[in-house]
C-alpha cells in the first residue's frame, strides 16, 4: 500500500479523454487513456508507468474519464494493475445519468434541446431560468432502482472498482442534482436535504461493495462557489462514512496564493476525532501547460504536504 503521509485518500484524477487528446493540450496530443492497451497494462504502457509513478509517490487513487460499459475490458484491467500497487480506481459518473442522460464521447459542454444535459446560468441561461425534473427525486423508488441496478452494473464489470466520483452542480456542465425536482416531497424540503439524502441514497448502495463515493463541488468563480456553500456546508455527521466532499480549493482554477479560498472553508466543523467528511482538490498542471505563475503557486503552496 502507497504511504500517502499524513493524507488518509490521496488521489489523482486524470483529465485524458478515452482514445482521444489530453485536456487543454494544443493540437491532438494523444492521452494516456487507449481502451487497446487493455492486454498490455504494466511498465511498457505510458499509464501502466503513470500508475507506478503515482503509486511511488504516495498516491492510492485513480479516477480516469469515461464509463466502465464503454470498455469494460480495459477498465477492469486498469483496476486490477491499480490493486497490484495498492490503489483503487475511481469512475466519474453524475447525478443526472437518473433522467437518462448520458454524455457522449465527444466533449460537449453547451445545452442540447429536449435533454437534462448541458450548460447552465450564468454562461447559458436557459429561457425558464432554472430546469426542474421529477426524474431527478432523491425520494423515488425508480432513483433507487436506477442507482441500485448502475452500481451493480459496474461491480460486475469491474469487481474490484473503489467507487465513483460524482459531479452535479447548478453550474456548467455538470448541471442538475437531487435538488432539481420541485416535486411535493422535495418542495418540503430544503435544497441541503434533498442534496444530503440525494448522495446518502448512492452511497448507502456504494457500501454495500466496500466503496466510497467522492461528490466533487465544481464551480470555480466567486458567485458559484457562494451559492454551493447553501449546499455543502455544515455537513459532518450529516452524510454517510464513505462519502467526502471534494472543494474546488480555490476562485478561477486554483490561480494562486493570494486568491480567495472557496468559502465553505468557513463552515467546515470537525467532529469528536477531529475529522470532517471534506478534502481539497488542488490542480498541478492546467491550460497553461505547467509552465506558469499559477501551477509555481500550487507548487510553493503544497508541497510540504505532497
Not at 454562461?123 to 436506477?146: H, N
Given at each position: 500500500m502507497p504511504d500517502s503521509g499524513p493524507l488518509k485518500w490521496k488521489i489523482m484524477s486524470l483529465t485524458h479523454h478515452p482514445n482521444g487528446r489530453t485536456e487543454y493540450t494544443p493540437g491532438s496530443e494523444p492521452g494516456m487513456v487507449d481502451f487497446a492497451e487493455w492486454e498490455k497494462l504494466g511498465p511498457a504502457s505510458r499509464l501502466g508507468r503513470f500508475i507506478e509513478f503515482l503509486a511511488a509517490h504516495g498516491y492510492n487513487g485513480l479516477s480516469i474519464q469515461g464509463r466502465v460499459d464503454w470498455a469494460p475490458e480495459f477498465y477492469a484491467s486498469v483496476s486490477?494493475?491499480?490493486?497490484?500497487?495498492?490503489?483503487?480506481?475511481?469512475?466519474?459518473?453524475?447525478?443526472?445519468?437518473?433522467?437518462?442522460?448520458?454524455?457522449?464521447?465527444?466533449?460537449?459542454?453547451?445545452?442540447?434541446?429536449?435533454?437534462?444535459?448541458?450548460?447552465?446560468?450564468?454562461?447559458?441561461?436557459?429561457?425558464?431560468?432554472?430546469?426542474?425534473?421529477?426524474?431527478?427525486?432523491?425520494?423515488?423508488?425508480?432513483?433507487?432502482?436506477?442507482?441500485?441496478?448502475?452500481?451493480?452494473?459496474?461491480?460486475?464489470?469491474?469487481?474490484?472498482?473503489?467507487?465513483?466520483?460524482?459531479?452535479?452542480?447548478?453550474?456548467?456542465?455538470?448541471?442538475?442534482?437531487?435538488?432539481?425536482?420541485?416535486?411535493?416531497?422535495?418542495?418540503?424540503?430544503?435544497?441541503?436535504?434533498r442534496f444530503v439524502d440525494g448522495v446518502n441514497l448512492i452511497a448507502e448502495i456504494l457500501a454495500r461493495y466496500d466503496m466510497m463515493l467522492f461528490w466533487r463541488t465544481h464551480a470555480d468563480d466567486p458567485v458559484g462557489q457562494r451559492d454551493e456553500v447553501e449546499l455543502y456546508r455544515d455537513l459532518t455527521g450529516k452524510v454517510l462514512p464513505n462519502v467526502f466532499i471534494v472543494v474546488q480549493d480555490q476562485y478561477w482554477d486554483y490561480r494562486g496564493d493570494d486568491w480567495p479560498l472557496h468559502p465553505l472553508y468557513d463552515y467546515i466543523q470537525t467532529d469528536d476525532q477531529g475529522h470532517s467528511p471534506y478534502m481539497a482538490s488542488t490542480q498541478m498542471q492546467n491550460q497553461d501547460h505547467g509552465a506558469s505563475w499559477t501551477v509555481y503557486s500550487q507548487v510553493e503552496r503544497w508541497h510540504d504536504l505532497f
Open positions: 486490477q494493475y491499480l490493486r497490484e500497487q495498492g490503489m483503487s480506481l475511481f469512475m466519474p459518473r453524475k447525478y443526472n445519468e437518473v433522467a437518462g442522460v448520458i454524455r457522449p464521447h465527444e466533449v460537449d459542454y453547451y445545452q442540447r434541446p429536449g435533454t437534462l444535459w448541458g450548460s447552465a446560468w450564468p454562461v447559458v441561461r436557459p429561457a425558464t431560468g432554472q430546469v426542474y425534473s421529477q426524474q431527478l427525486c432523491p425520494y423515488t423508488s425508480e432513483t433507487r432502482q436506477f442507482w441500485e441496478d448502475r452500481v451493480a452494473q459496474d461491480v460486475a464489470m469491474v469487481p474490484d472498482l473503489g467507487g465513483y466520483r460524482i459531479n452535479a452542480t447548478d453550474w456548467y456542465f455538470y448541471y442538475r442534482g437531487p435538488w432539481h425536482c420541485d416535486c411535493p416531497t422535495c418542495a418540503s424540503k430544503s435544497r441541503q436535504q
